[in-house]
T-cell receptor, first 113, second 114 residues
């Protein structure tokens, strides 16, 4: 069965620290990859997405992610986090012709000022 | 440009009751998907509607049913509520003919079953 795993469930960082959140998926075919963010009290918002082309994609608020097909990974990165990045981060995958998004369990990020 | 809207925002029901949740898609979108997000979990796909028909369904029992109207808005119905149905129910919309598959989410309806 197709699945998405996020390696870190809870991450605590200080401001200006670098961030990397891991995401791996299980599907051997074509995928569309997404990172969504859910700020406290707000709804899910798209951070960035990969469909094809350059495997390094840049999203909003200084986030980027790299698609490594050989590792079935799509890790999220940010060089310097801010307190306002405190949120829940979700990795999601569209696999092949499947119309549903398959989600990871999410990573809760807390950034201390 | 109106985004995805959902109603109500919160709902409290008792076991055995029935509930209807509503969703209006983002302007220009014709496809609506419903997800259940339990506390501390990622969203789980319930089903997707396109052209007023259920196009795909996740692993949810028949107690969960839906409908899409000609104006693309949608309803999620849950019968015979169980305590375990307590969750945030998310609606997402996209343009069904688009290659992007990017879904836009509403704020959700928080359902509590007592």
């Amino acid at each position: 069965a197709q699945s998405v795993s996020q390696h870190n469930h809870h991450v605590i960082l200080s401001e200006a620290a670098s961030l990397e959140l891991g995401c791996n998926y299980s599907y051997g075919g074509t995928v569309n990859l997404f990172w969504y963010v859910q700020y406290p009290g707000q709804h899910l918002q798209l951070l960035l997405k990969y469909f094809s082309g350059d495997p390094l994609v840049k999203g909003i608020k200084g986030f980027e992610a790299e698609f490594i097909k050989s590792k079935f990974s799509f890790n999220l990165r940010k060089p310097s986090v801010q307190w306002s990045d405190t949120a829940e981060y979700f990795c999601a995958v569209h696999a092949g012709n499947n119309r549903k998004l398959i989600w990871g369990l999410g990573t809760s990020l807390a950034v201390n000022p | 440009d109106a985004g995805v809207t959902q109603s109500p925002t919160h709902l409290i029901k008792t076991r055995g009751q029935q509930v209807t949740l509503r969703c209006s898609p983002k302007s220009g979108h014709d496809t609506v998907s419903w997800y259940q997000q339990a506390l501390g979990q990622g969203p789980q796909f319930i089903f997707q509607y396109y052209e007023e028909e259920e196009r795909q369904r996740g692993n949810f029992p028949d107690r969960f049913s839906g409908h899409q109207f000609p104006n693309y808005s949608s309803e999620l119905n849950v019968n015979a509520l169980l305590l375990g149905d307590s969750a945030l129910y998310l609606c997402a919309s996209n343009l069904g003919t688009s290659d992007s598959n990017e879904q836009f989410f509403g704020p959700g309806t928080r359902l509590t079953v007592l």
